[in-house]
């Protein structure tokens, strides 16, 4: 996994992203830093302007573990295509499966809010319905390992039976059977006709786009990890706006752009 903003991994994404491209983004983690309550996280305004900046040359998506509700109005753009839950929400064509998934949710919801559940006990716990999927937020726990094995001991008796995806604090409960990230990003190149696709998130749900490890898909990581199977990194969060300026960049002025990483090779 190579340094995204080096010399080499500026020429790859340019490569990419010169013909029909499709640009797709996490939201918490990768637009928007990780705070202590999720519903106070906010994406840069640098961000925003750098992102409608892209939406007006090429096809934009936001592929996130967010409800499509939640995160539309964290972006001051229409992106293309908006998907929410992982993957299982917002996907053109899945419309009838999201309704299931929905359904789904609702039963471990009605069963998760009795009054006697162990984890309601657990401070600084909260529940979150993103209609669905649903999502424990532990990070306020005073013991956070605790909490997370409680929650996923939880999880293994709800029926059916959900796909958990924890990492950062949260654990998610996914339908069985819903579309994960890789699968969205696989559905969205098919739809908007793209030749290949840039892909940057930061965590356990991406790696299904990061598996994915398709010529057509070049993936990008926030912060480094030894287990990831994505293509690119950056070191942190705080990079991701020069990587949104570098991509505007590439396609406003790609003489320029291609300049830019000239010199970084000839300093690195």
């Given at each position: 996994?190579?340094?995204?903003?080096?010399?080499?991994?500026?020429?790859?994404?340019?490569?990419?992203?010169?013909?029909?491209?499709?640009?797709?983004?996490?939201?918490?983690?990768?637009?928007?830093?990780?705070?202590?309550?999720?519903?106070?996280?906010?994406?840069?305004?640098?961000v925003q302007r750098g992102l409608a900046a892209l939406a007006a040359r090429r096809s934009v998506a936001i592929v996130t573990g967010r409800a499509v509700n939640d995160a539309r109005?964290?972006?001051?753009?229409?992106?293309?295509?908006?998907?929410?839950?992982?993957?299982?929400?917002?996907?053109?064509?899945?419309?009838?499966?999201?309704?299931?998934?929905?359904?789904?949710?609702?039963?471990?919801?009605?069963?998760?809010?009795?009054?006697?559940?162990?984890?309601?006990?657990?401070?600084?716990?909260?529940?979150?319905?993103?209609?669905?999927?649903?999502?424990?937020?532990?990070?306020?726990?005073?013991?956070?390992?605790?909490?997370?094995?409680?929650?996923?001991?939880?999880?293994?008796?709800?029926?059916?039976?959900?796909?958990?995806?924890?990492?950062?604090?949260?654990?998610?409960?996914?339908?069985?059977?819903?579309?994960?990230?890789?699968?969205?990003?696989?559905?969205?190149?098919?739809?908007?006709?793209?030749?290949?696709?840039?892909?940057?998130?930061?965590?356990?749900?991406?790696?299904?786009?990061?598996?994915?490890?398709?010529?057509?898909?070049?993936?990008?990581?926030?912060?480094?990890?030894?287990?990831?199977?994505?293509?690119?990194?950056?070191?942190?969060?705080?990079?991701?706006?020069?990587?949104?300026?570098?991509?505007?960049?590439?396609?406003?002025?790609?003489?320029?752009?291609?300049?830019?990483?000239?010199?970084?090779?000839?300093?690195?």
């Open positions: 996994m190579r340094y995204a903003l080096s010399a080499i991994g500026l020429e790859r994404i340019h490569a990419c992203v010169a013909g029909n491209a499709l640009l797709a983004f996490d939201i918490d983690g990768t637009l928007a830093p990780i705070v202590e309550r999720p519903w106070d996280a906010r994406v840069p305004d640098e109005p964290m972006l001051g753009f229409s992106p293309r295509y908006l998907i929410g839950n992982h993957g299982a929400e917002g996907v053109p064509g899945f419309e009838r499966a999201s309704a299931a998934f929905a359904r789904v949710c609702r039963g471990w919801l009605d069963e998760l809010s009795a009054d006697n559940e162990p984890w309601r006990a657990l401070p600084g716990v909260t529940l979150e319905d993103k209609t669905c999927s649903l999502a424990f937020h532990y990070r306020g726990a005073p013991d956070r390992d605790a909490a997370r094995r409680l929650l996923a001991e939880r999880a293994q008796r709800l029926l059916p039976s959900p796909t958990v995806l924890d990492d950062k604090c949260v654990t998610n409960l996914v339908p069985p059977g819903a579309p994960d990230k890789g699968d969205a990003l696989g559905a969205l190149l098919v739809h908007s006709r793209c030749e290949r696709a840039l892909y940057v998130g930061d965590d356990v749900s991406d790696e299904a786009v990061f598996r994915l490890r398709s010529p057509l898909v070049l993936t990008v990581r926030v912060e480094h990890h030894p287990k990831s199977a994505a293509d690119l990194y950056l070191k942190d969060q705080g990079e991701v706006p020069q990587l949104v300026q570098m991509l505007s960049r590439m396609l406003v002025r790609p003489s320029r752009a291609r300049a830019i990483a000239a010199r970084r090779s000839e300093t690195t």
